[in-house]
C-alpha cells in the first residue's frame, strides 16, 4: 500500500496531464465512418468518365507568357482560366452542350456533350470580328444566357485581356423548326461587344441576374488583376502589381454592375448593357474577385450578390433595389463568444475561389457554401458552409444571418478549393456537395516559400520581385483529389470520391451540373487546369424519384401564349423534356412541400460560381418512397414588366416545362 501510494504521490501530475490529453484527443477526434458505412454509402452512386473533345491544330502550352517582371512565378499568374457550362445549346430540349475553355490552346470550345457527337462538331468561339490578340489575351470563362430574350440560348466568354464578348445565337426557334437556321457553329453566333469600351479587364466570374427588378437580366463581373494591366504580355515594360495584402487587399480589378438597356432578336441579334456606376463601393468594387453568386435570400425577388475575394473578406451585399437604380447595403454576420472572426461571414481574411446556394436543411431557406484554401499543410483557413438562421428580418438592419456550420457538418477541411457545386445525384432528397481542388501539379514542393511569403510584410506582397520562383516542375497542392461529399445518417458530409473511383489527382477549376440525357439523375462535368477535361455521367444503380423543372418565359416571337384555362402559365406535358418555347426565367423560385413538412427550394441559376456555370433547369430529389402524387409546388417570378407572380402547382414526379407568365 506505501509503494502504491507513493507511485501516485510521485506520478500524480503526469497521469492527469495524460488523462486530460486523452480527452482532449478523443473530444477532437473527427467522427468517422466504418469501412462498411462508407461502402453502403458508396453504393448509392455511380459514374462514367468521358473526357471532353479537344480541338487540333493549335500547340499546347503548359504555362502562360507573362509580363517580364511576373516571369518569376508565371505558374501562380496561370493559375486560372479553365471552366465549364452545361446547357441546352442547339434546342433540342436537352442540356447537353458544352462550353469549356482549355487553357493548353487557350481555346473557348463548343462541343455536344460525349456520345451525342452525331448532332454537330466541336468548334472554336473567337472574337474573329472584333479586335483580339492571343499573345497578350485569353478566354477564362463561358457563360449560357439568352442576353437578347429571343428563345435562343447565346454565349458570353470572358477574358484576361479585355472586356467580355457576346456571341449572339441568330435566328429564331421556329426558324429552327423550318431548317432554315445554321447546324450549330461558329457562323451560327454574331460576335459583340458587351461594353464599348476597349479597355483591358481580367475577369474570373461572371454570372446573371435582374438586379433591379426591371424583368431582365443584368450582368455581374468579377474581375481580378487592376484595369489596364499587361499581366500577358511578355514584352511589356515596367513592373505588374500583385496584392497589397494577404487578407485586406483592396487593389484588385474593377467588379462591374451591367444593367440590360435593350435587344433585338433575328439573323443580326444584338444586346445593350449600361455599367452602372458608383453602385459599389471602393472597397466592394476592388476586391480580389474569384467568384459571384447570386440568390434571393430574403424572398422579395431581388438578388442578393455574394463577391468570394481572394485575399480579403468575402462580401455579401443586400439588394435595396427599384428598377433602373440600383443600390445595395453590405450585410456582415455576428460574432458570438466562441467565434472566430474568421468564421463570421464578411469578416475572414480567407482566399474566398467557389459559392454556390443551396438548402442543405430543407427548412425552405438557401444557405451558402464557399471554397477558400483548406490546405493540408497550413494558412489556416477553411472552408464555409453558412447556413440561414431564418431571421431575415436582421438583413434590413445590415446583419447577414448566417452562421458557418462547415465544421459539424463535414464540410471545412479538403484542400485548396475552387468551384464548389451542390446536386442530388442519388435523388434522396438531400444535397451532396462538390468541390474543384488543386493550383499547381509538380514534383518540387514550393509549400515552405508560400508560408514565407504570407508571413512576411503586407508592404512587400505588391512587388513582383518579392515573390518566390513557381514555375514548370514546382509543385502547390497538385496532386489532391476532388472530394465528392455524401451527407450520412449522423448528419455530416464525408468524402466519398475514393470508394466511387473518382479520385485521381487532378488540377480542377470549374464543376456544372446538369441532367444531360433527360432520366431523371444529374450529371457533372469538370474543367482541368493544364489537363483533359472529363463529363461524368450519372450512372447510379437506384436513384430515387425527382421531379425536375424547366421554367421559362415566353419571348416576343414564340407562339406559345398561357392557356385561358392555367391563366399566366402553359404547363406542358410533364415526365421528359421539351424542346424550348422560351427562354429561362433566372432567378424563378420553386418550393417543394412535402406531406412529412418539409420544404426544399431552389432558384433558377444564372451561372454562380468561380468557372462552372450549371444548367438552368431546376432538379428536386424525392427519395425512394415518393408516389405518382402531385406535390404542392410554390413558383415565384418576375415579369418582363417587373411584376411579382406567385402560384402554386400540383405536380407529379418527372420532367415539366412550365411556361410562365411574361
Not at 82 to 89: E, G, H, K, P, Q
Not at 168 to 195: C, D, I, M, P, T
Not at 219 to 228: A, H, K, S, T
Not at 319 to 347: C, D, I, M, Y
Request: glycine share 10%; aromatic share 10%; charged share 20%.
Amino acid at each position: 500500500m506505501k509503494t502504491l501510494a507513493q507511485f501516485i504521490k510521485k506520478y500524480a501530475k503526469p497521469l492527469v496531464a495524460m488523462a486530460v490529453i486523452l480527452s482532449l484527443w478523443s473530444f477532437s477526434r473527427l467522427p468517422a465512418l466504418s469501412a462498411s458505412e462508407r461502402a453502403a454509402l458508396a453504393s448509392r452512386f455511380e459514374f462514367t468518365a468521358l473526357p471532353l473533345p479537344e480541338l487540333a491544330g493549335k500547340p499546347q502550352k503548359f504555362l502562360r507568357s507573362v509580363h517580364p517582371s511576373l516571369e518569376r512565378h508565371a505558374a501562380w499568374i496561370s493559375a486560372v482560366g479553365a471552366s465549364i457550362a452545361l446547357n441546352d445549346l442547339d434546342g433540342d430540349g436537352l442540356p447537353n452542350d458544352a462550353c469549356y475553355v482549355d487553357t493548353r490552346t487557350d481555346q473557348a470550345i463548343v462541343a455536344p456533350i460525349p456520345e451525342t457527337e452525331n448532332r454537330y462538331q466541336p468548334f472554336e468561339l473567337t472574337p474573329s470580328s472584333l479586335p483580339y490578340e492571343a499573345t497578350t489575351m485569353a478566354p477564362m470563362g463561358c457563360l449560357p444566357g439568352d442576353f437578347n430574350e429571343d428563345g435562343q440560348m447565346d454565349l458570353l466568354v470572358y477574358y484576361w485581356g479585355r472586356t467580355p464578348v457576346a456571341f449572339l445565337k441568330r435566328g429564331s426557334w421556329e426558324a429552327e423548326e423550318q431548317g432554315n437556321n445554321f447546324r450549330l457553329s461558329q457562323l451560327s453566333y454574331v460576335q459583340q461587344e458587351v461594353v464599348p469600351s476597349g479597355e483591358r479587364w481580367y475577369t474570373n466570374a461572371a454570372t446573371r441576374a435582374d438586379l433591379d427588378g426591371d424583368g431582365h437580366n443584368d450582368l455581374i463581373v468579377g474581375n481580378y488583376f487592376q484595369d489596364g494591366a499587361e499581366i500577358l504580355n511578355a514584352k511589356a515594360m515596367g513592373s505588374g502589381e500583385m496584392q497589397h495584402s494577404m487578407t485586406r487587399a483592396y487593389n484588385g480589378g474593377k467588379n462591374r454592375l451591367l444593367l440590360w438597356a435593350g435587344a433585338t432578336p433575328g439573323k443580326e441579334p444584338s444586346v445593350q448593357f449600361q455599367e452602372a456606376g458608383g453602385a459599389l463601393d471602393e472597397a466592394i468594387a476592388r476586391g480580389w474577385t474569384l467568384a459571384v453568386g447570386t440568390a434571393d435570400l430574403d424572398g422579395d425577388l431581388l438578388p442578393e450578390i455574394y463577391f468570394a475575394n481572394d485575399f480579403g473578406p468575402d462580401r455579401l451585399l443586400h439588394n435595396r433595389s427599384q428598377p433602373g437604380k440600383l443600390r445595395f447595403a453590405l450585410l456582415e454576420g455576428q460574432k458570438s463568444l466562441t467565434t472566430p472572426n474568421s468564421k463570421v461571414l464578411g469578416h475572414d481574411g480567407f482566399k474566398g475561389m467557389g459559392v454556390d446556394f443551396g438548402d442543405v436543411n430543407q427548412d425552405g431557406l438557401l444557405d451558402i457554401y464557399v471554397s477558400n484554401i483548406a490546405s493540408e499543410y497550413a494558412l489556416e483557413e477553411s472552408h464555409f458552409l453558412f447556413t440561414s438562421t431564418g431571421e431575415l428580418g436582421k438583413m434590413e438592419r445590415g446583419i447577414a444571418p448566417y452562421v458557418d456550420r462547415s465544421e459539424p457538418l463535414g464540410l471545412s477541411r479538403s484542400g485548396w478549393a475552387w468551384e464548389t457545386k451542390f446536386g442530388d445525384f442519388d435523388n434522396d432528397g438531400n444535397l451532396e456537395a462538390l468541390q474543384a481542388t488543386g493550383f499547381h501539379k509538380g514534383e518540387v514542393n514550393r509549400w515552405p516559400e508560400l508560408h514565407e511569403l504570407a508571413m512576411g510584410n503586407d508592404n512587400l506582397l505588391s512587388h513582383p520581385n518579392s515573390w518566390f520562383r513557381l514555375q514548370e516542375g514546382d509543385d502547390l497542392s497538385g496532386h489532391q483529389h476532388n472530394p465528392f461529399f455524401v451527407r450520412a445518417a449522423n448528419g455530416r458530409y464525408y468524402d466519398l470520391a475514393k470508394e466511387l473511383g473518382i479520385d485521381d489527382p487532378s488540377v480542377t477549376r470549374g464543376i456544372a451540373t446538369a441532367d444531360v440525357d433527360g432520366d431523371g439523375d444529374l450529371d457533372f462535368a469538370v474543367a482541368n487546369q493544364w489537363e483533359t477535361s472529363y463529363f461524368y455521367r450519372n450512372d447510379s444503380p437506384h436513384p430515387g424519384a425527382f421531379l425536375g423543372l424547366k421554367l421559362l418565359r415566353s419571348d416576343k416571337n414564340s407562339q406559345s401564349k398561357p392557356s385561358p384555362k392555367s391563366g399566366s402559365r402553359t404547363e406542358f406535358e410533364g415526365g421528359k423534356m421539351q424542346k424550348n418555347q422560351g427562354y429561362p426565367a433566372i432567378g424563378a423560385t420553386a418550393t417543394i412541400y412535402l406531406p412529412d413538412g418539409r420544404k426544399m427550394v431552389a432558384q433558377v441559376d444564372g451561372g454562380n460560381g468561380h468557372s462552372g456555370a450549371r444548367s438552368s433547369d431546376l432538379h428536386f430529389g424525392l427519395g425512394q418512397g415518393e408516389s405518382d402524387t402531385p406535390l404542392p409546388v410554390e413558383v415565384q417570378w418576375r415579369d418582363t414588366k417587373g411584376e411579382i407572380h406567385r402560384e402554386i402547382l400540383h405536380l407529379s414526379p418527372g420532367w415539366h416545362t412550365v411556361m410562365l407568365d411574361s
